[in-house]
């Protein structure tokens, strides 16, 4: 597993998404920006109109995509959780 958050693929926000793969975090992503602007969040409407039209126009969208992938590869595997309870 790996961890993204939702600045480091283009929101405004420090939320973490994890998944085992690129597409788990982006499609997480997804989910988040559509939550947060259903509850009003102005900051986050931007994101998620940028996120819509890469699917709109997937040939446009592919360099984010690429990158975001790239991004995900050079991430180090989430190790040990420290904290918790
Ligand atoms: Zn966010």
Redesign the pocket.
């Known amino acids: 597993m790996k961890t993204m ?3 480091q ?1 283009g ?5 973490a998404h994890q998944g085992a793969t690129a597409d788990e975090v982006i499609k997480a ?1 997804d989910r ?2 559509r939550d ?1 602007v259903a509850m009003g ?1 102005a ?2 409407a931007q ?1 998620l109109d940028e996120m819509k039209g890469r699917w709109k126009h997937p040939i446009k969208g592919m360099g984010w995509y690429r990158k975001a992938k790239a991004d995900f590869m050079a991430l180090p595997e989430d190790g040990v959780v420290s904290g918790g309870c």
């Open positions: 958050t939702c600045r693929l929101g405004p926000c420090g939320t992503q988040h920006l947060v969040d900051d986050h994101a």
